[in-house]
């Protein structure tokens, strides 16, 4: 956890997952958002309960807890004194506040998961505004801001590999989603049933995509659609000739449909005369659109 407090409200944020330079608290004041640098402090409390202790004692005489003191356990900087506390702690060893974040205010409304119908409230992940549900994990993510999430998500993983930080823990609940059936979801902002699209035609990293809405993660998707880019993955080239070859089919048929609609009509003057020319003008169409 990483902490950063208010300096007029000293109400306390954690922006262990917020790659934005600011935050907004509750009061106004925009907070900005670096690590802190930790001063070495004499434990003066229990960081379990916050009673005063003798110095030196390895248990707390009120609740029985651990003192602990090993550096190397003392990862909670205290964003008022700066004192480095353990990750565990409830309350500053040096000055004795209690360790309290509040979540951070994120524009937005809660909107039903698509997936289990629980509500989504809005919330931030690395800066970027979103819902996650907090029933089955998922991320509904708006149109604007999925390419931006997903960069940030690959830039993550590569600065964490690089530093050979542990992987944080999976998000995923239950069973492996793509282990389940088929299911087209609706979207949260227009019940409209979405499309099933495999990201970049080959990751098999299958996302549901509103057009006009946003992008629906299921829990693991995003790590491994950050795994897939860093991998090297690029979209697949018998894939995209597929895709090609099935627009310009459906060009041609819309076309087709076109030109008997206006022979039916008599409105063929630009084609033919005659029944022979219409089909040699719809031959010489066809041929444009799928050569």
């Known amino acids: 956890m990483r902490l950063i407090a208010c300096p007029n409200c000293h109400a306390q944020y954690d922006v262990s997952n917020i790659i934005a330079d600011s935050v907004t608290c509750r009061c106004g004041e925009r907070l900005e958002n670096k690590p802190l640098q930790a001063v070495d ?20 005489a009120y609740c029985g807890s651990e003192i602990i003191q090993d550096e190397a356990q003392l990862s909670l900087i205290c964003p008022e004194c700066l004192a480095r506390n353990a990750e565990i702690s409830r309350f500053c060893t040096a000055c004795g506040i209690a360790f309290d974040p509040e979540p951070i205010h994120v524009e937005g409304r809660e909107l039903p998961c698509p997936a289990c119908s629980a509500l989504m409230p809005p919330r931030q992940v690395a800066g970027i505004g979103l819902n996650e549900c907090g029933g089955c994990n998922g991320l509904w993510v708006p149109g604007e801001n999925f390419d931006l999430l997903v960069s ?113 009509r008599g409105a063929m003057g630009q084609i033919s005369g005659t029944g022979g020319d219409f089909v040699g003008g719809l031959v010489n169409i066809l041929t444009r659109i799928l050569s």
């Open 152 to 264: 940030r998500a690959a830039d993550a993983r590569r600065a964490r590999d690089t530093e050979g930080a542990p992987a944080p823990a999976p998000r995923v609940k239950g069973a492996n989603p793509a282990e389940q059936r088929v299911q087209y979801r609706k979207c949260p902002e227009c019940d409209a049933f979405m499309q099933r699209r495999n990201y970049r035609k080959s990751s098999g990293v299958i996302i549901d995509v509103c057009r006009d809405h946003g992008t629906w993660l299921d829990a693991d998707e995003l790590e491994r659609i950050a795994g897939f880019i860093l991998s090297g993955g690029t979209p697949s080239a018998a894939l995209e000739s597929e895709h090609e070859r099935a627009r310009a089919e459906a060009d041609a048929a819309v076309a087709f449909a076109r030109l008997r609609g206006q022979r039916e």
């Open 41 to 60: 402090a004499r434990i003066h409390r229990c960081g379990s309960c916050g009673a005063q202790i003798v110095p030196d004692t390895r248990l707390c």
